[in-house]
């Protein structure tokens, strides 16, 4: 496709519940990145896969929080036994060269009741 | 880092005024930054980059300077527009690491007035 797409835009889901969100990268980009970012902040890192092995995994906050890349496209992030401070908007960005020229997916706003 | 919460520094200006933002960034390894426009609902835009090597590096009505020697980071908005009013955050990479993982300074709001 023409950007990075992420599913679903808005996702409410009670405290305790699993939730998976969804990475579509732009077609042929190797390195994908997940960030979270809380409201009124800044993105911060999650975790990073290089074609779909899984890099660096470094960011995630919690052994809640598990991110998959099984054919190096398509990129599933899904948190187990959501808190309310798992409530941000979770971000996936893609690059065709590693290092450089991210393009940003517009998110997943998740918010845990 | 450093949170501060919902109270991201502000920037009002007025239609075409210059603007600059200002950025301050933590780790004197960092080779490689990069500008983010940020509008509400969507995720971070590219504006510019710049790599360590250089000191100033211009776009189509931005500039980014960058002074290794105090860690800081600034972005300069010529003629700004109303289309401009966003939160802009700087990014930097840290060099040494064989990808590309940012870590993004706290934002600025920036409000341009007709």
């Known amino acids: 496709g023409a950007g990075v797409s992420q599913s679903p835009r808005y996702k409410v889901a009670k405290r305790g519940q699993d939730v998976a969100l969804r990475c579509d990268p732009i077609?042929?980009?190797?390195?994908l990145f997940w960030y979270q970012q809380a409201l009124g902040q800044g993105p911060e890192f999650l975790t990073y896969f290089q074609n779909e092995a899984q890099l660096d995994k470094s960011g995630l906050p919690s052994d809640r929080f598990f991110a998959e890349r099984p054919e190096g496209s398509v990129s599933t992030l899904k948190i187990q036994r959501t808190q309310q401070e798992d409530s941000a908007v979770y971000l996936c960005?893609?690059?065709?060269?590693?290092?450089?020229?991210?393009?940003f997916g517009s998110g997943t706003r998740l918010t845990v009741v | 880092g450093e949170s501060v919460g919902l109270h991201l520094p502000t920037l009002s200006v007025q239609e075409g005024d210059n603007s600059i933002i200002n950025c301050a960034y933590s780790?004197?390894?960092?080779?490689?930054f990069i500008w983010y426009k940020q509008e509400s609902g969507k995720g971070p835009q590219f504006i510019i980059d710049i790599r360590s090597n250089m000191d100033k590096r211009q776009g189509q009505r931005v500039t980014v300077l960058l002074n290794k020697t105090v860690k800081h980071l600034s972005l300069q908005i010529a003629a700004t527009q109303p289309g401009d009013s966003a939160v802009y955050f700087c990014a930097e990479k840290v060099g040494g690491t064989s990808y590309g993982k940012l870590t993004f300074g706290q934002g600025t709001i920036l409000t341009v007035h007709p």
């Open positions: 077609s042929g980009h190797v390195s």
């Open positions: 960005a893609s690059s065709l060269v590693v290092n450089y020229g991210y393009t």
């Open positions: 780790n004197s390894a960092s080779d490689y």
